[in-house]
C-alpha cells in the first residue's frame, strides 16, 4: 500500500493516476465524519444545527430552516443583513429549480446543467442592467418542468434589461425567444447561411427552414406503429439500489428493447444506470475494475456477452485521430492504395499511406500536416505546414493515384462523397454508408477528432458498432445522447439506435427528449422529485403507460405529445 500511494502521489501522468485509484477508495475521515471541521467549530450552533449541519440540507430545506429560525432581539439585530442576503441567495437557487442539491455538494459531482444553472443564479443575484449574456445550450440535462423554471430565469434576465444570446435546440426556449436566427439549412459544408432572422411565427412559415418544419409540425418524427414485445424471461433485475438518493429500489430493464429512463433532475437516474447497472456489467462482462454504487445484487447478466458505454467524448484527443482511423477503414483504405499499379512498381507497402511512421509522411510536420507553435501564456498556434500544404504525405506517396485521387484528397472528401466514389470497393463501401446513414455525410474522413462535436463523435462511435457482427447480447448505455442534437439529428440518431435493437440488443438511455421517449418500448420514470424527495421508480410500462400516469411529472408532457405529435404548435 505504501508503495502505491507514493507512485500516485509522485506520478505525473494521468493513465498512471487513474489506474492507481482503482485501488483506492474514498471514505470519511473517522474523526470528523466527513464534517471537515474541527469540534470547536461544529461546537458553534444556529438553531440546534451546526454549519456543517445546515449546509448538508437540501436547499429548499435550508430555506425553510433559515426562515423559521427563531432568534432574540439582538441576535436579529446583528443578523438582519445576513439574513437578507442569504434569503436572496437561496431564493435564487430555487428559482433555477436547484432545490434539491445540498449548499456542501462537491462542485466536481454537479452535472453541466446545475454547474450552469448556479452560475446563472450568481448573475441574477448581482442586479447587474444592461450586460450580453451568451449561453450554451442552457436547456442540456433538463427535464421539461425544470426547463419551464430556466426560461422564466432568462425572462427575468431580460426583464431587468439585459440582453441574452442562448444557442439552443429546445423547443420550448426557441418558441419563448423574442428573436430567432436559424443558421443552416444543413450542416457541415451544406450549412453556414442565415435561413431565418426574425420573430417565432417567421420561422415556423419558412419553407427553406428545417428547425421551422419541426416546430409547425410539417415534419415531424414519427411515433412507433407498434412496440417491441416484452420477453419477461430476458430482463436485468437491479435488487436493492441505495447508493446517493435512490431508495431501496428494485428495478427490472428488460433485454432485446430500446429503454428510456426518464426522470426530473437529479431523481437518481445516472445513478441507477452508471453508477450501479453500467458498472456492475463492465466488471462482470468486460473485465473492469469500477466501484459500483450500493445495491444487492444484479441478475440476468448470463444473458448478455457485452456491455458499451456510448458517450461523447471526443474520438481521439490529437489532431492524428479522425473518423477513417477511428473506425477502422483507414486501413482498407491504406490496403486498397498499396495494390494500386504505380504503388507495386516503387514497392510501396500499406504503411507507406500511414502518416503517423516514417517513410510515406512529410517528415517537416511528421504527418501532422500543422505545425504548433507554442506560445507562453497562450493557448497553443497551429499553422499548415509550408512543405506539405497541409496533405500529411510527402510529394513521392502523393504521386500514387487511384481513380486519379491522391491519399490525402481521399481524406479531404467528405463521407458522401467517399461513398460515391468507393462504390465499387464493397468493404469501403459498407463503413462509408453507415457513417452515411447516421447523418455524417458532410464530415470530412480526415477531419481532426478535436474538431468534431459531442454529438458527432457519438455518432461515429455507433456507426463503429453498427460494422460489427451482432451477437444479440450486447447492451448499449447511452447518458443523453441528445444533448447538443436538433431534431433532424436526433430523427438520425433514433435510426441507428433502432437497427441496434433491431439485431437482437438491448439499448438503454437516461434521456429528458420527449421524441426519444415517445419512439423507446419500455419507460422507466424516476422521481417524483429531485434529491432526496425522489429516488423511487414512479412509472415503467410503455410510453402509453407512463402517460396515464398522474404522478409522473414525465408523463404529464409526454402524453399531450402521444396526442398531436406537435402537429400543431402555437406561441405561447
Known amino acids: 500500500m505504501p508503495f502505491i500511494h507514493r507512485r500516485h502521489s509522485e506520478t505525473d501522468s494521468d493513465y498512471s493516476r487513474d489506474k492507481y485509484e482503482a485501488y483506492m477508495r474514498q471514505i470519511p475521515c473517522h474523526i470528523c465524519s466527513g464534517a471537515r471541521l474541527k469540534p470547536e467549530v461544529l461546537a458553534v450552533t444556529l438553531g440546534n444545527k451546526n454549519i456543517s449541519e445546515i449546509t448538508e440540507l437540501s436547499i429548499s430545506d435550508c430555506a425553510e430552516f433559515l426562515k423559521n429560525i427563531k432568534l432574540t432581539k439582538r441576535e436579529a439585530q446583528i443578523a438582519e443583513r445576513v439574513m437578507k442576503e442569504v434569503h ?3 431564493g435564487f437557487l430555487l428559482d433555477v429549480g436547484l432545490d434539491y442539491l445540498s449548499l456542501a455538494r462537491p462542485a466536481a459531482t454537479l452535472s453541466g446543467g446545475e454547474a450552469q444553472r448556479i452560475r446563472l443564479a450568481t448573475q441574477i443575484g448581482s442586479g447587474l442592467v444592461g450586460v450580453l449574456y451568451v449561453l450554451d445550450e442552457p436547456s442540456i440535462g433538463l427535464h421539461q418542468r425544470d426547463n419551464r423554471r430556466l426560461i422564466e430565469t432568462l425572462t427575468h434576465l431580460r426583464d431587468l434589461g439585459n440582453t441574452l444570446i442562448v444557442v439552443e435546440h429546445d423547443e420550448e426556449t426557441i418558441r419563448t425567444a423574442d428573436w430567432i436566427v436559424d443558421i443552416g439549412p444543413g450542416a457541415g459544408e451544406h450549412g453556414g447561411h442565415v435561413v431565418v432572422s426574425g420573430s417565432y411565427e417567421e420561422l415556423i412559415a419558412s419553407k427553406e427552414s428545417i428547425t421551422g418544419a419541426y416546430l409547425s409540425g410539417r415534419k415531424s418524427i414519427a411515433i412507433p406503429s407498434k412496440r417491441r414485445p416484452i420477453d419477461n424471461k430476458r430482463s436485468l433485475l437491479v435488487k436493492g439500489a441505495k447508493e446517493n438518493n435512490l431508495q431501496d429500489i428494485d428495478v427490472v430493464v428488460p433485454l432485446g428493447v430500446f429503454v428510456s429512463v426518464t426522470g426530473v433532475s437529479g431523481s ?3 445513478t441507477l444506470v452508471n453508477d450501479i447497472l453500467y458498472t456492475t456489467l463492465a466488471n ?9 454504487g450500493r445495491h444487492r445484487s444484479v441478475s440476468g447478466v448470463e444473458l448478455l456477452d457485452k456491455v458499451v458505454h456510448v458517450d461523447q467524448s471526443p474520438i481521439g484527443r490529437t489532431p492524428r485521430s479522425n473518423p477513417a482511423t477511428y473506425t477502422g477503414l483507414f486501413d482498407k483504405v491504406r490496403a486498397l492504395f498499396s495494390e494500386t499499379t504505380e504503388a507495386k512498381i516503387r514497392g510501396y507497402q500499406q504503411g507507406r499511406f500511414s502518416f503517423n511512421v516514417k517513410g510515406g509522411r512529410c517528415e517537416n510536420c511528421s504527418g501532422d500536416g500543422t505545425i504548433t507553435i507554442e506560445m507562453n501564456f497562450l493557448p497553443d498556434v497551429y499553422v499548415p505546414c509550408e512543405v506539405c500544404h497541409g496533405a500529411r504525405y510527402n510529394r513521392e506517396t502523393l504521386e500514387v493515384h487511384y481513380k486519379n485521387k491522391t491519399i490525402a484528397d481521399v481524406l479531404n472528401m467528405p463521407i458522401e462523397e467517399a461513398h460515391a466514389f468507393f462504390e ?3 468493404n469501403i463501401a459498407r463503413f462509408l454508408k453507415t ?16 474538431t468534431l462535436s459531442g454529438g458527432e463523435a457519438q455518432r461515429v462511435k455507433l456507426a463503429t458498432e453498427l460494422q460489427r457482427r451482432s451477437t444479440g447480447r450486447t447492451i448499449y448505455v447511452l447518458d443523453e445522447p441528445t444533448t447538443g442534437l436538433h431534431f433532424e439529428d436526433v430523427s438520425k440518431l433514433l435510426i441507428v439506435l433502432n437497427r441496434l435493437v433491431d439485431t437482437g440488443n438491448t439499448v438503454v438511455v437516461i434521456e429528458h427528449n420527449l421524441d426519444v421517449i415517445k419512439c423507446s418500448d419500455w419507460v422507466i420514470d424516476m422521481g417524483p422529485e429531485g434529491g432526496f424527495r425522489g429516488g423511487l421508480v414512479v412509472a415503467e410500462g410503455t410510453p402509453e403507460d407512463v402517460a396515464k400516469v398522474k404522478a409522473s411529472y414525465t408523463g404529464q408532457y409526454l402524453a399531450p405529445m402521444l396526442a398531436t405529435n406537435r402537429k400543431v404548435a402555437v406561441k405561447k
Open 88 to 90: 436572496a441567495r437561496l
Open 268 to 270: 437518481g437516474k445516472s
Open 284 to 292: 462482470k462482462l468486460n473485465g473492469a475494475r469500477l466501484v459500483p
Open 424 to 426: 465499387s470497393v464493397p
Open 435 to 450: 457513417l452515411n446513414d447516421v447523418g455524417l455525410g458532410y464530415v470530412r474522413l480526415g477531419q481532426s477528432a478535436p
